[in-house]
């Protein structure tokens, strides 16, 4: 049946006005007609389309998944002896308020509308096409390089068992990237299903660090010490960075908020997940709430018991920040020590161990999807829309297992230095996609506003609303801004002696994120002459009705299942108790 689009882009004057129920239908005669999304209009060419195999749970636990990982287990103690307890506190808070409001505002663009395309469809309808290339390529660019360094990490923390001088760090980079694709190329059902375990097993493994934590704060350790809030006295709340007195304790906030958005990037990837997430408009809401709860709960609470562990000024804390992504560098071990337990460290390994597998997992997947994506904006070859009849983007997910060659760059252990440098980017690529987001959202409200759709036609809203993107965005533009300030203080922070250089190096890879974002904007434009989307002519519509055809049959189908059906008693308890974990 040919497309029938809801609403004519070039004209000026807005769509009908309708009620609620009826947004996004059709009438054809007496028939209500699918209105295709002409970008998934890919029917001829022998292609297929991807799966909507994602059911809620493995969504919600995709997305936390997603966000634990080394930049809480592993970042947070470079923060605390650079900053101190309260300070970091703080910053995780900021910036877990911010992740929600970015959430929020992707979750409300993803429920009117779950496009295959993700991100890219968003900031392609609303805002510009040129915001659209470079939101999807700075979003690839990002998990193509944090794919094969999560590789390279997980080398890492073999080592803590086997040394590189007795195994080749290369043997286990191999079997890890075979491991992952061969997750990715099974299909969306067995992916879904593996990362919900691995998931799951996160989230215990944080739990139970949670529990720990607080026993040892409490006095149940080995030693019997309740530090308490003893820390927080001596050596002091706040560790005054760069700069003495209250400039200094300003400083050492602001110098959380990096770190903090490196450790929840990752959050966002609900977005990538809707093109292939069964009943979008029940499992998205319910994914950012929960997930944003969860993320919340683990990150602030976590690190407000790590600061009544282990004071900022430790001399272990410190030697522990030299060290590479293994148990040895994490704060938590620190604290284990402190409080004279030996033997949990090696367990601690193993945990880290499979966060960063799973990390790379769902790296190389959100590399896939998002490729795929700009291929169906027709901003990469065509040839990655084609997917097989199990719904995975086979060109996709083959051009970017290429570039996890580069995770045999830490074969050589010189070769470190420079991909730290490319690790270096992924917090700005991360920033600039939550920038795009805000600024989607905000043309996508006045695009409804102006064609007269109003919140109650919307499955899920911002709770915030558009006021709530406006303050995201001006925060998440201050911590790209001002992400390298202490490049600009090297003449402070010079050691006795030695003459203060400016790291140059450091400087490009940490702002080159930015340039390369504008250019691709700007260059889109000048090439494919677009131009900005209008509100009055913004496309709501187009490929809206046949999702609501899917959600309509997949809640049918899931309402017959269920009809007859009693919940146990176990399951309520379940449901009520670990099933709001899992």
């Not at 929600?100 to 309808?125: D, H, K, N, Q």
């Not at 061969?182 to 215990?204: A, M, Q, R």
Request: charge should be positive.
């Amino acid at each position: 049946m040919a497309a029938i689009h809801r609403h004519d882009a070039s004209s000026d004057s807005p769509p009908p006005t309708k009620g609620a129920e009826d947004y996004g239908k059709e009438e054809y005669g007496s028939e209500i007609v699918n209105i295709a999304d002409p970008l998934d209009d890919d029917d001829d060419d022998g292609g297929h389309h991807l799966h909507r195999g994602l059911k809620a749970r493995q969504i919600t636990m995709i997305a936390i998944g997603g966000a634990i990982g080394t930049g809480l287990i592993i970042g947070t103690g470079k923060s605390l002896a650079q900053a101190g307890p309260a300070p970091l506190v703080i910053g995780y808070a900021l910036v877990g308020l911010l992740c929600f409001l970015v959430m929020a505002a992707l979750g409300e663009m993803a429920c009117w509308l779950p496009m295959a395309s993700g991100f890219t469809g968003y900031a392609t309808r609303f805002v510009d096409p040129a915001l659209g290339f470079s939101l999807g390529w700075n979003y690839y660019f990002k998990y193509i390089i944090v794919t094969p360094n999560n590789l390279t990490a997980a080398s890492l923390v073999i080592q803590y068992w086997v040394k590189r001088d007795k195994v080749n760090p290369g043997v286990f980079i191999a079997v890890f990237l075979v491991a992952i694709v061969l997750i990715n190329y099974f299909g969306v059902k067995f992916f879904g299903e593996f990362e919900f375990y691995l998931s799951s097993i996160k989230v215990v493994v944080i739990v139970g660090l949670i529990l720990l934590s607080l026993i040892l704060a409490s006095g149940g350790g080995p030693k019997g010490d309740a530090t308490g809030f003893t820390y927080w006295g001596n050596p002091g709340a706040f560790h005054a960075y760069i700069l003495k007195g209250a400039a200094g304790r300003f400083l050492a906030v602001w110098s959380t908020f990096t770190t903090a958005v490196f450790a929840y990037l990752g959050t966002e990837l609900v977005g990538v997940t809707v093109g292939e997430a069964a009943n979008p408009r029940k499992v998205i809401p319910r994914a950012i709430k929960l997930t944003f709860y969860r993320i919340l709960l683990f990150y602030v609470v976590l690190v407000f018991l790590l600061g009544m562990l282990v004071p900022y000024n430790s001399p272990e804390l410190l030697d522990a920040n030299k060290v590479s992504n293994s148990a040895a560098a994490s704060p938590f071990v620190v604290a284990i020590k402190l409080s004279g337990i030996n033997a949990l460290p090696g367990i601690l390994n193993a945990s880290i161990l499979l966060f960063v597998f799973s990390a790379a997992n769902s790296d190389l997947y959100i590399a896939s999807r998002t490729l795929y994506g700009l291929a169906h904006e027709k901003k990469a070859p065509h040839i990655f829309t084609w997917t097989d009849k199990r719904g995975v983007p086979v060109p996709a997910l083959g051009l970017s297992v290429a570039f996890c060659l580069l995770a045999f760059l830490g074969v050589n252990t010189e070769s470190y230095t420079v991909f730290g440098y490319f690790v270096n980017l992924v917090t700005m690529f991360g920033l600039l996609t939550w920038i795009s987001l805000l600024i989607s959202h905000i043309h996508f409200v006045r695009a409804r506003r102006a064609q007269g759709i109003p919140d109650s036609a919307l499955a899920y809203v911002a709770p915030l609303g558009v006021a709530g993107s406006y303050g995201a965005l001006a925060f998440s533009v201050l911590i790209a801004f001002f992400k390298g300030f202490p490049l600009f203080c090297y003449k402070l922070t010079a050691k006795k002696g030695v003459k203060p250089v400016f790291d140059w190096r450091t400087f490009i890879t940490t702002y080159l994120g930015i340039p390369l974002y504008i250019i691709m904007i700007l260059g889109y434009k000048f090439y494919m002459k677009s131009e900005m989307v209008r509100p009055e002519t913004a496309d709501l519509y187009s490929g809206k009705a046949r999702i609501d055809v899917e959600e309509a049959e997949y809640v049918a189908t899931e309402k017959a299942k269920r009809e007859g059906r009693v919940e146990t008693k176990g399951e309520k308890i379940y449901r009520l108790t670990l099933g709001w974990l899992f």
